[in-house]
């Protein structure tokens, strides 16, 4: 009962302000009927959305694969990377100047790299943007975490004679879960915005990113929004999930906080 209050108070708020912004968006346009909007009325994007639905539905297969492999692979070298540069002097030296330089370049300037190096139909290409875009906030994030440990801790753990890897393992990673969850759920948007705009540069025709661009220029605005929602529900979805595993992961986290 105490569960289902709670979840009831935590989206209420969010699915009322949802009801009012759509309802006062189709309202709007209702009332003002502009000549040529490019902004349809949710109705219209609904409609779209049950009328391709085989379309949108094959589209966000595609897109969502390559969504959820580069998320998974960039967040594994991100996390990775962070544990490197907390441990060896060396590697900090050299991956953080690196990482940085890298996120600086944007997507328009990757994009076309790795279609030619991958090849333009493979899903590597957009995948590769999707890790690059991922990794950042991941590897600083967690690096962050891994390094704001208490000094008193390391000493204890060192007057125990605990080495390098298990203080890493007993003290540093625990200190830094709640760090990289946070770059998690902000990793979880920027994937989508990767793989979709990677897609205006190559790979399949059936994805997203061909389906947005193309309905955008035969000027069929509810068909582009309506693959837009469906990226949308992606990122909304992967959201979720990095919240669940947060909450299953770190339980002593959320006990320490109510507490509070």
């Known amino acids: 009962m105490n569960t289902a209050r709670s979840l009831g108070r935590a989206w209420l708020p969010p699915v009322v302000a949802a009801a009012v ?10 009332l003002i009927r502009p000549d040529g909007f490019v902004l349809p009325p949710p109705s219209s994007i609904v409609g779209a ?11 966000t297969g595609v897109t969502g694969f ?22 060896f002097r060396a590697a900090n030296e050299t991956l ?28 590597r290409s957009n995948q590769a943007v999707v ?20 000094p008193s801790q390391i000493e204890l753990m060192e007057s125990y004679g605990a080495g390098k890897w298990r ?10 879960m709640p760090y990289f969850f946070t770059a998690l759920k902000l990793a979880t ?15 399949r025709q059936d994805a997203l990113g061909n389906l947005i661009t193309n309905s955008a220029g035969l ?5 582009a929004w309506a693959a837009v929602l469906a990226g949308s529900l992606v990122g909304i979805c992967l959201y979720a999930i990095a919240v669940a595993l947060e909450r299953l992961i770190m339980p002593w986290y959320f006990a320490m906080r109510k507490a509070a």
């Open 131 to 150: 890790v690059v875009l991922v990794f950042f906030p991941v590897f600083i994030n967690t690096a962050r975490g891994l390094g704001q440990v208490e």
């Open 167 to 176: 203080i890493m393992r007993e003290v540093r990673i625990p200190n830094a």
């Open 21 to 30: 912004m759509f309802g006062g968006w189709e309202l709007l346009l209702a």
């Open 49 to 59: 959305v049950v009328e391709k639905f085989d379309v949108i539905v094959t589209a």
């Open 219 to 223: 000027t069929r605005y509810d068909d």
């Open 66 to 87: 390559i969504i959820v492999t580069g998320l998974i692979a960039g967040v594994a070298v991100g996390a990775l990377a962070a544990v490197l540069v907390t441990a």
């Open 189 to 203: 948007s920027l994937a989508v915005i990767a793989a979709i705009v990677a897609e205006y540069f190559g790979g």
């Open 96 to 123: 953080t100047p690196l990482a940085v330089a890298v996120n600086a370049v944007p997507i328009i300037a990757l994009a076309p790299i790795f279609n030619a190096w991958f090849g333009i139909l493979s899903p």
